[in-house]
């Protein structure tokens, strides 16, 4: 038979094969850095350094991370120990806090099982393991953070991974764009705004140099941590978008392909034979319909419509009318979503039991809190809203919508309480958990201050009391919810100044309230013309029911 005059790889791209030397690879290979098999070689590695499917397979890490070519040796090298992490006892103990902790929860760019892999091996870039490190560093118990407080212990480890992100050689691959999001995440809880926004920049642009989701690895752990990587950058930006008001740049389309379902995600293996995740396979299970983070992207997308909206309002874009109509739309946006969702995502308590059972308790949660979210924030402007229509009759669209408003932020009050009393399911991936309890918190304040009926103010009282019991422990975590305290705070003055619906009115201050989390914000009425109101006053005298946590808050500060 005659012998081949070029390579696989050039066959199969149907490119022309041009040796430099006799006895070399290809240029097309070089280039790659791919095995030629001119050279007779046993296998060939593929450009995301995955084994050619048929081949054996070798557990390699799911970030992208370019392994070197085989060299001939008896024993595995040890890598060096690197100054600027931890000792490696505490690198381990640290990553496996962040799954715990953060991923899934927060962030959904890694494979558990495959990373640490990797990262127990010496073979994960050093700004990912810093990264990870500066996230959860503040809730390690180990001794060697004892003598350093849990808001300070983030940022030098911040800094040694932004530097290391900076040094790095290759600057466009799948590891550069989970560490520009983790950066930027970190930098964003320790309130450094610009650099936060320069990360997530470069993260949307590697995205889409990427080609993300369209080119994906062959390897199928690899697709899937990719897949994951573009979506959680495009519900990042629509939160970067709704919070900052820049316009997005991500768009998406129906064809991309959704997360794949958590447990069968997390039970991948190297070992697996790539047929096990054939698209035809995982079509037919049905894996990409029936995850919670499916279910989340669409929530997502409406989270940005809903502050798009309450913008609107406010730089008066909207007419009484259109603004009604729009919120009837978003309204059925949220029931649809939630009328959509197969049984085993529902609210229940048996589904509650049963993802907590299989270590996904946490992740069933953020669905529902920010689902609730959504909803308070939507509902919101209908606490003040007169009563009666121009033409003098009832408005029972805004009374129920009112209603509805104080339905969720007591939903979702007790959602994160039943959540965060579970040892184990402490509700701590984000510091902006904080702020979705001010804002609840500041609803149930309504309640107080206006309801007529006992019970709902019992329980109003009640959930602001577990409100508040959540906020200082979180608080001990984040700085940034101490910034949410502070602006819960100046709310109950305001109230405290003006004991009327009119603090609920949805103006520029409420705006920079209720969807500006990560900035501070000035007293409302600070002219002193605003007095006290003694309609705040309880039957018999008692202290104004808007004290309640003020003295709360005096007490812990």
Not at 38 to 55: C, E, F, K, M
Not at 93 to 117: A, G, P, S
Not at 202 to 229: F, G, K, Y
Not at 245 to 255: D, F, G, K
Request: overall charge negative; charged content about 20%; glycine content about 4%.
């Amino acid at each position: 038979m005659r012998p081949a005059s070029s390579c696989t790889q050039c066959r199969s791209r149907k490119k022309r094969c041009n040796v430099p030397q006799l006895g070399s690879s290809c240029s097309l290979c070089i280039r790659k850095n791919w095995k030629c098999d001119l050279l007779n070689t046993a296998t060939s590695i593929d450009r995301h350094g995955s084994p050619r499917l048929g081949l054996p397979a070798l557990p390699l890490p799911s970030q992208g991370v370019q392994l070197p070519l085989p060299q001939p040796q008896t024993t595995p090298p040890t890598p060096a120990p690197n100054p600027n992490l931890p000792p490696p006892a505490i690198c381990n103990e640290l990553v496996d806090l962040y799954f715990d902790l953060i991923d899934e929860k927060q962030i959904i760019l890694f494979h558990r099982k495959t990373f640490i892999t990797a990262q127990r091996a010496g073979r994960v870039p050093d700004f990912l393991v810093l990264s990870m490190i500066a996230l959860v560093a503040r809730f390690s118990c180990n001794p060697f953070f004892d003598n350093i407080q849990p808001w300070d212990r983030g940022k030098l480890w911040l800094k040694a991974g932004t530097q290391a992100f900076y040094a790095r050689s290759e600057l466009i691959n799948l590891a550069s764009l989970q560490g520009s999001i983790i950066l930027a995440f970190v930098a964003f809880a320790e309130g450094d705004s610009a650099q936060e926004a320069l990360l997530a920049s470069q993260a949307i642009c590697m995205a889409r140099m990427l080609r993300l989701p369209e080119n994906l690895s062959l390897d199928p752990i690899q697709r899937e941590v990719e897949i994951r990587a573009f979506w959680e950058i495009w519900m990042t930006e629509n939160w970067d978008s709704g919070r900052t008001q820049i316009p997005r740049q991500l768009t998406v389309s129906p064809v991309f392909k959704q997360p794949l379902e958590e447990e069968a995600f997390r039970n991948m293996d190297a070992s697996d034979p790539p047929e096990r995740y054939s698209e035809a396979n995982i079509e037919a299970l049905g894996l990409r319909r029936c995850g919670l983070w499916s279910s989340m992207l669409a929530m997502s997308e409406i989270h940005v419509q809903v502050m798009q909206f309450n913008d609107a309002i406010v730089q008066n874009q909207l007419n009484p009318a259109s603004t009604r109509q729009r919120v009837r739309e978003i309204a059925e946006m949220l029931d649809s979503w939630l009328h959509g969702l197969p049984s085993h995502l529902q609210d229940t308590s048996e589904n509650r039991h049963r993802y907590a059972s299989r270590g996904l308790g946490r992740e069933f949660t953020v669905q529902w809190l920010v689902y609730h979210h959504q909803s308070q924030l939507l509902y919101y402007q209908f606490l003040n809203r007169n009563a009666e229509l121009p033409e003098g009759l009832p408005d029972h669209e805004a009374e129920v919508y009112a209603d509805r408003c104080r339905m969720h932020a007591a939903a979702l009050s007790q959602v994160m309480w039943d959540t965060n009393s579970v040892p184990g399911m402490e509700c701590l991936w984000s510091p902006v958990n904080g702020h979705l309890l001010v804002v609840a918190s500041s609803i149930l304040l309504y309640t107080l201050l206006f309801d007529t009926e006992d019970d709902s103010i019992t329980r109003a009282r009640t959930l602001l009391e577990q409100n508040f019991i959540m906020l200082l422990q979180f608080r001990k975590y984040w700085s940034l919810v101490e910034l949410s305290m502070t602006r819960l705070r100046a709310f109950h003055r305001a109230c405290q100044m003006n004991s009327t619906k009119e603090n609920f009115n949805i103006d520029h201050w409420m705006i920079d309230f209720l969807n500006r989390y990560d900035a501070q914000i000035s007293d409302r009425y600070n002219d002193g013309n605003h007095q006290q109101s003694s309609d705040a006053q309880t039957e018999g005298g008692d202290t104004p029911a808007v004290d309640l946590w003020l003295q709360l808050s005096e007490v812990h500060r």
